[in-house]
Nanobody, 118 residues
């Protein structure tokens, strides 16, 4: 049974930083892809950053480029999202997602709340 466990959310003032962690377990052959999504109240869930775990290739939504960095520690089966220069509009529930293969569906973590105050 696969499991994604996030941690690292919290409250921070605008301009501050947070680092989110997501540890994956139960993937027999590892993951193909991991990503961070976020969902603000009243809005749809959107992708923030993604990493293809075998190649290390990354991709970001335009709004966070240059401020957020996704990285991985393969030995720990963990993906991180380093968030810097945070803005109030970054306030949301952040979810970790993973895929076992290119054609498989996404698995989801339980989410971790990020709140940025002005």
């Amino acid at each position: 049974q696969v499991q994604l466990v996030e941690s690292g959310g919290g409250s921070v003032q605008a301009g501050g930083s947070l680092r989110l962690s997501c540890t994956a377990s139960g993937y027999t052959y590892g993951t193909y892809y991991m990503a961070w999504f976020r969902q603000a109240p009243g809005k749809e869930r959107e992708v923030v950053a993604q990493i293809y775990t075998r190649s290390g290739n990354t991709d970001y939504t335009g709004a966070v480029k240059g401020r957020f960095t996704i990285s991985q520690d393969n030995a720990k089966n963990t993906v991180y999202l380093q968030m810097s220069s945070l803005k109030p509009e970054n306030t949301a529930m952040y979810y970790c997602a993973a895929k076992a293969s290119m054609n498989s569906g996404r698995d989801w973590g339980q989410g971790t709340q990020v709140t940025v105050s002005s």
